[in-house]
């Protein structure tokens, strides 16, 4: 499972334009044409431009028409400032049927302005449509910026522990 | 998880500030509320006021109220003004810590330790007044 995306310090000015009004943002289901923004915001954020990994995202969840699978964006005026990529898992890990969220970000210059607060609240909305009450994610405990959003939304650790081992260590 | 006595009364102090941040609270009113030494809480606020999260009013009724930003404080910015992390060297070492034993058991403990901090530091106040609006919604019931 991809981990959540990691996001740097918002930085000081943005490229290509005055910043989106982030309260006109609407959360819509995401569309061939958004790679090339969202490309760009998981780049900007991330350091890494991973355009085939997107595509394999977009086409398993953009263009799925299963309900269980959900990318959806933020739209401000026409510019993708923002998206949430989730799936309902079933009993994965032993758990009953859940919606796990993999993967949300919001560009830098818009933060703080509620529209993470609104993607996953979509994402969840979408969750309930397709039959279940319960959504988890998993990040790094490193990712203090994800992990805080994550608290003020109400989300608690959950009853999981993950491991890892090194397989190169291994005798 | 234990809580030193000092970090819970700070805690504790910080979040009733935070619940109203235009009010003024007597020492004496949170001391007998958590049921503790009026004695006591006066060291442990007058700590929190010397590192800014609270101060402390003059005139008619004093008291104190709170002076920081319940959206960027969490949780640990509080904690480890009372509390020790960082792993203790020298002769404060736990005896036996540094025998092979000693060291896997640091392991463990060491994983036990980072979940707790990445815990603390991800809990802003704001974020715990949430929890704490959300728990009381809970214990009213449907009304």
């Known amino acids: 499972m991809t981990a959540t995306r990691a996001a740097r310090p918002a930085s000081k000015g943005t490229r290509g334009g005055a910043p989106p009004e982030p309260a006109c ?6 569309r061939r044409g958004d790679l090339d923004p969202i490309v760009a915001l ?24 299963r309900a269980e699978h959900q990318f959806l964006v933020a739209d401000a005026g026409g510019r993708v400032v923002g998206f949430v990529i989730g799936e309902v898992r079933d009993w994965e890990f032993g758990a009953p049927p859940c919606g796990w969220v993999f993967a949300i970000d919001v ?21 309930r449509r397709a039959g279940v009450s319960t959504v988890r994610t998993m990040l790094s405990r490193d990712n203090n910026l994800v992990l805080s959003f994550f608290r003020s939304q109400g ?8 491991l890892e081992m090194d397989l190169d260590a291994v005798d | 998880m234990k809580l030193q006595k000092n970090t819970r009364l700070a805690l504790y102090s910080v979040l009733e500030f935070a619940t109203d941040p235009t009010r003024h609270i007597s020492a004496a009113e949170i001391a ?7 004695h006591h809480l006066a060291k442990v606020l007058s700590e929190l ?10 005139g008619v009724g004093g008291g104190y109220r709170f002076a920081g930003n319940a959206r960027r404080l969490t949780l640990m910015d509080v904690i480890e003004m009372f509390e020790e992390f960082a792993a203790p060297e020298g002769d404060r ?4 810590e540094r025998t092979p ?15 707790a901090k990445a815990t603390f530091r991800s809990i802003t106040l704001a974020t715990m007044l949430q929890l704490l609006e959300r728990q009381q919604r809970v214990r009213r019931g449907p009304q």
């Open chain 1, 25 to 30: 943002a609407s959360i819509r289901p995401v």
């Open chain 1, 42 to 65: 998981d780049a900007r954020v991330t350091g890494l431009e991973k355009r085939a990994y997107w595509e394999t995202l977009y086409l398993r969840y953009g263009a799925s028409t």
């Open chain 1, 107 to 127: 560009h830098p210059d818009v933060r703080l302005a509620g529209i993470g607060t609104r993607l996953l609240e979509a994402i969840c909305a979408g969750f």
């Open chain 1, 155 to 162: 989300m608690m650790t959950g009853p999981f522990i993950p």
């Open chain 2, 32 to 38: 007998d509320k958590y049921d503790v030494s009026p």
């Open chain 2, 49 to 58: 006021a010397r590192a800014g999260l609270v101060e402390s009013v003059r």
């Open chain 2, 93 to 96: 070492r736990e005896p036996g």
């Open chain 2, 101 to 115: 034993v000693g060291q896997a058991l640091g392991t463990v403990l060491s994983e036990i330790d980072e979940i």
